[in-house]
């Protein structure tokens, strides 16, 4: 049962791959829908940070769990500067690389995220549904705007809209593939969510806290200043009324 929801959830986070079709054509509205989706991303990914993974960490007693949650940030800082891991950012700045060599990178690092993505959402699974169904919101809110950005870039980049559609889904793939070989290291007795999740937890704060909430600061007027604050607490509530169903 615990495979069929991770495979489940992989494929969920696998299937937002396909976004950037949905929105091709109106590249006006995406940078709007994009600010708000990082805001709510945001709240989420801070929640369950803070009201699932600590705190399934601490109960899981793992060893000096505060310790790996600091390593969790410093792993993904270093994941972001050498796999050119750019959340949602990394298209802003195409001049940086010529476009086949951009879009070569986004999707070896994506297809490096997704696989970790995977890892992440088999560990909270095993530690529970409700902990799982909680990091896969959040991971699929922080998904959506990444992959929005990714498609234009491969599609910047010189590839056609089918061409980048298949590749965007082949590197999202990974993510079943990490979600399957943690869940049978799991099996294997291997004590993995002990480190997962603390890692996890860092990873998450990270992404929230050094990546996306940075980009809300690009809008200083009160409408979008309120905006930002309303879907942030939005995202933190969501992850809060999962903890208590």
Not at 48 to 75: Q, R, T, W, Y
Not at 140 to 156: A, R
Not at 167 to 172: G, I, P, Q, V, Y
Not at 193 to 217: E, K, R, V
């Amino acid at each position: 049962m615990v495979l069929v929801q991770i495979l489940i959830a992989t494929v969920l986070v696998g299937l937002i791959s396909f976004i950037g079709l949905v929105f091709f054509g109106i590249k006006a509205n995406i940078r709007k829908i994009t600010f708000y989706l990082i805001s709510l991303a945001s709240g989420t990914m801070l929640g369950a940070a803070f009201l699932h993974l600590i705190p399934e960490s601490l109960e899981k007693n793992s060893s000096h769990p505060m310790l790996m949650v600091a390593c969790g940030v410093f792993l993904f800082f270093i994941l972001e500067k050498f796999l050119i891991w750019r959340h949602c950012h990394h298209h802003q700045r195409p001049e940086d690389h010529s476009r086949p060599v951009a879009a070569s990178m986004i999707l070896v690092g994506d297809a490096v995220h997704n696989f970790i993505d995977g890892i992440i959402i088999a560990g909270s699974f095993l530690a529970g549904p409700g902990v799982g169904i909680s990091i896969t919101i959040a991971i699929i809110l922080h998904e959506i705007p990444q992959e929005l950005g990714d498609f234009g870039v491969l599609i910047h980049g010189g590839l056609t809209v089918r061409k980048a559609l298949m590749l965007n889904a082949l590197s999202a793939s990974a993510a079943v593939v990490g979600g399957v070989l943690t869940y049978l290291s799991a099996e294997m007795a291997v004590p993995l969510q002990t480190f997962i999740l603390p890692l996890a937890a860092g990873g998450f704060l990270y992404i929230a806290l050094a990546d996306l909430i940075p980009q809300l600061h690009e809008h200083v007027d009160l409408k979008p200043t309120l905006a930002q604050i309303i879907l942030l607490g939005m995202g933190f509530c969501i992850i809060l009324l999962l903890k208590h169903h």
